[in-house]
């Protein structure tokens, strides 16, 4: 009897524990195995990571989702798909796990590898708790627009488009719906924990790591005879990732007109 109950006991525990990882992920994680993301699928799957990385350190949830839709190309890039690596965060130096070399700036350049999406995730915050987007984390995190202008000025991105971007993205999809509203004591003792941890315990940056962009972002500029398909496929996307990422409402492309692409 004792041992009958033993295993109804065991078989509840691994039930619940399921139970729990598919509540936190947002669907299993073989669920999506074989089958691209849409930016509906890849907001589902990890809506509960960035929330939790908001409540944590104050980086708005959709923010968080936004820069991974923008910069994985809904969680389909290269590096999404073989590094985990969801934000394009290079090694610059200061990185001792796994890496990946690809061609982007510079030829062979280094990028983070992480054992799961979620990792990138955090990682994501982590790379952001430095000095020079420090002031970003005196807005309250339901503030998705100042964050968005911030991450620009503070050298995140060299697009001067990368701004409206976020904020078309975020505005499509509802993405503020996951920013949780700030209470003044915790807003205070959060502010407090992370300016410090910049303060002490973050890596300095040099002049040159602060001109230069530490995420990949590409941009291509729209040549004669280009097509969105011929783009789209130039840099393995699909035509509608590539409509999704730069906010494009007709297939028609102008010659000079500057694309964000994503590999």
Not at 38 to 46: G, L, V
Not at 153 to 170: F, H, M, Q, R, S
Not at 224 to 232: N, W
Request: hydrophobic letters at 35%.
């Amino acid at each position: 009897m004792k041992r009958i109950v033993f295993f109804y006991a065991l078989s509840v525990l691994i039930l619940s524990s399921c139970g729990v990882k598919k509540l936190f992920h947002g669907r299993d994680e073989k669920s999506n195995a074989g089958k691209a993301f849409t930016p509906e699928t890849y907001i589902d799957r990890f809506k509960y990571i960035a929330i939790a990385e908001m409540d944590k350190n104050g980086i708005p949830a959709s923010i968080t989702l936004a820069q991974g839709l923008l910069e994985s190309g809904n969680g389909n890039s290269e590096l999404a798909i073989k590094a985990n690596n969801h934000f394009g965060i290079k090694c610059n130096g200061e990185w001792n796990g796994k890496k990946i070399y690809k061609d982007d700036d510079e030829k062979n350049e280094c990028f983070r590898v992480y054992g799961s999406a979620e990792q990138s995730f955090v990682d994501h915050s982590e790379f952001l708790k430095r000095k020079r987007y420090a002031p970003l984390f005196d807005l309250k995190k339901d503030d998705y627009k100042g964050w968005a202008k911030g991450l620009k000025e503070a050298g995140y991105a060299t697009n001067p488009k990368y701004p409206d971007l976020l904020i078309n993205l975020i505005e499509r999809y509802q993405l503020y719906r996951f920013d949780g509203k700030d209470y003044p004591a915790d807003r205070v003792k959060r502010e407090d924990r992370v300016i410090t941890e910049i303060a002490t315990e973050k890596p300095q940056e040099t002049e040159k790591g602060k001109m230069k962009s530490a995420v990949s972002m590409k941009i291509y500029e729209v040549k004669e005879g280009d097509t969105l398909y011929s783009i789209a496929k130039t840099f393995g996307l699909s035509v509608a990732d590539l409509k999704t990422l730069n906010n494009l409402q007709s297939d028609t492309v102008n010659i000079g007109q500057l694309l964000l692409v994503a590999k």
